[in-house]
């Protein structure tokens, strides 16, 4: 496809695809690459700029695809290398851009490299790929136990993850070869660029030592102690050879992060740099609806942003978090401190209120400065599917922690297209994670009815994000209307306005509506609403 010259991705709105639960062609259940071909309908009216695909190279899938067999294949169960060179095709036709995972801490059990690792004695050169000790340490595992399993041989491999995700040595010479030809491979393709995977641990401090005791960190829960398999100088080198690289390429092609930063401080290095173009900020996701805990994060990231000239794009959701309706939804003390009910899932949600509190969250999302991240299903308002069967669930995870966290499997569940009742338009067959009754209202087939659907008003603030000067990157001025209420200015012309309060509040002065998250009351702005002004 064409890339247009300039830094695309800082405004970008950029559409999650989870390729297993997005659309499913075969008929076997899972979503596929075709499915993405024959939905693309949906992302151009939706007004996206670009796709990032999470993983659809040949895996087990231990843990959903972020176990990779091979980083230059497809998986069949979603396809072909030319339905991916299809789906690019496709997407550039209609301006859609497509970025992939990358997944470089860790590959699968069933790589070929870590397969002969495993029939290669102790000490011999197939082993030192990985991180191979004669003794463990104490590092804890992101998803609950150990991070180290024993061989027969009695040597032990470290695994961050599961036990299947063995992490690469990225010390070693060959590892790093490997991944630049895998990035040559996929901008070969015509790839916009890569989203990283656990971009921040992929180097461990030389000796591998102890964690202190209480300040194992994990990925989705970030810790701001430093830990010596997280934030090593070598990255930002790594980083910057692997823009060297994307930067041989014609267009602007761009690296997005996934890095759990605690604040701007373990931020700032990466995006000083000439390295990575963007890490994600998830800094909102954990939030209470608060105002003030909004604002106080939007103004930390808007100065990061500013003083490196980095781009830090806002997310709300994404396949490791629970959906924001459910987050909204529960006793907001309870997503500032979750209880082990809350872990399994076994909590009380205000569905109409979780909406109401989400669809003004999108509309304070997508008015701030800089690119965002929307998550397939939340331009449907989909909740949370808090009552899978302990059974069917397939997130490590659950198993990990012994049953105490039920996973990330309720926000993964394949999406409702049309019709009453499951498969709701997914594909033919029954679904590979089971789809809640009652989701006949939130299908996309029913909100392309409905002006004031959920759906309706993704649509319309991403149009009118295209069409508005004063909305994408640039600045904010805040607006003091009450300590409940977030307004900002920007220029020209444009005023947002959030009231997280439960009482309404007067709208300041304007020339008129150009979209509100639900009804307005005059010039009174509903609590939980929110309203873009001219
Ligand atoms: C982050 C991914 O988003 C998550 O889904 C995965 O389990 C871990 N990294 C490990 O790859």
């Not at 300040?215 to 070598?234: I, S």
């Not at 926000?411 to 994670?433: H, Q």
Request: a negative charge; hydrophobic letters at 45%; proline letters at 8%.
């Amino acid at each position: 496809m064409e890339f247009d010259s300039g830094q695309w991705w800082r405004d970008a709105v950029v559409y999650q695809v989870y390729p297993r639960s997005f659309a499913d062609v075969s008929g076997d259940g899972e979503g596929d690459l075709a499915g993405v071909v024959s939905r693309l309908e949906h992302l151009d009216r939706l007004g996206v700029d670009a796709i990032w695909l999470s993983p659809f190279y040949p895996s087990p899938m231990a843990d959903g695809g972020y176990d990779v067999a091979d980083y230059r294949g497809v998986d069949p169960r979603y396809g072909t290398p030319a339905d991916f060179d299809r789906l690019v095709a496709e997407a550039g036709a209609r301006g859609i851009k497509v970025i992939v995972d990358i997944v470089p801490n860790h590959c699968s059990v069933a790589h070929p490299w870590f397969q002969e690792a495993l029939a290669a004695p102790p000490g011999s050169p197939e082993r030192e790929r990985f991180i191979f000790r004669d003794e463990p340490n104490n590092w804890h595992s992101v998803f609950g136990g150990p991070a180290w399993t024993r061989l027969a041989d009695g040597q032990w491999y470290l695994h961050l993850f599961d036990s299947a995700q063995p992490d690469w040595n990225w010390r070693h010479p060959d590892v790093a070869a490997l991944f630049e030809d895998v990035l040559r491979f996929w901008l070969d393709r015509g790839v916009a660029g890569f989203r990283i995977d656990v971009a921040a641990m992929l180097f461990k401090q030389e000796g591998l030592p102890d964690v202190a005791a209480g300040t194992q960190a994990a990925p989705l829960a970030p810790g701001a102690a430093a830990v010596p398999y997280e934030h090593q100088p070598e990255l930002l080198e790594l980083y910057r050879s692997w823009r060297e690289i994307l930067g041989s390429y014609p267009g602007e092609r761009v690296m997005v992060a996934e890095i759990w930063f605690a604040g701007p401080a373990q931020a700032r290095p990466y995006l000083k740099g000439d390295g990575l173009d963007q890490l994600f900020n998830f800094r909102l996701m954990p939030l209470p609806w608060s105002a003030a805990e909004f604002r106080a994060v939007i103004d930390d990231s808007c100065l990061l942003a500013a003083e490196t000239g980095g781009s830090v794009p806002w997310v709300l959701g994404n396949h490791d978090v629970p959906r924001m309706v459910t987050r909204f939804g529960i006793d907001q003390e309870l997503v500032r401190a979750p209880t082990d009910e809350v872990l399994l899932g076994r909590v009380e949600v205000d569905i109409a209120l979780g909406t109401r509190r989400a669809r003004a969250a999108a509309l304070l999302l997508l008015a701030l400065p800089g690119a965002a991240y929307v998550y397939q299903g939340d331009e449907l308002g989909l909740p949370e599917h808090l009552t899978i069967q302990d059974e069917r669930r397939q997130d490590p995870m659950f198993e990990r922690t012994a049953r105490t966290f039920i996973g990330r499997d309720g926000c993964r569940v394949p999406l409702p297209w049309s019709g009453e009742a499951p498969p709701y338009g997914f594909g033919a067959g029954a679904t590979w994670l089971p789809q809640p009754e009652g989701w006949g209202a939130l299908t996309a087939a029913r909100q392309d009815a409905e002006p004031d659907s959920t759906l309706a008003l993704y649509r319309a603030a991403l149009a009118e994000r295209r069409r508005n000067p004063a909305l994408g990157d640039g600045e904010l001025a805040w607006l003091e209307l009450g300590p409940e209420v977030l307004a900002f200015r920007r220029e020209p012309g444009f005023t947002l306005v959030a009231n997280f309060g439960d009482e309404p509040v007067a709208l300041p002065a304007h020339g008129r509506v150009l979209l509100a998250s639900g009804p307005l009351d005059g010039d009174l702005l509903p609590g939980s609403t929110a309203v873009w002004l001219a």
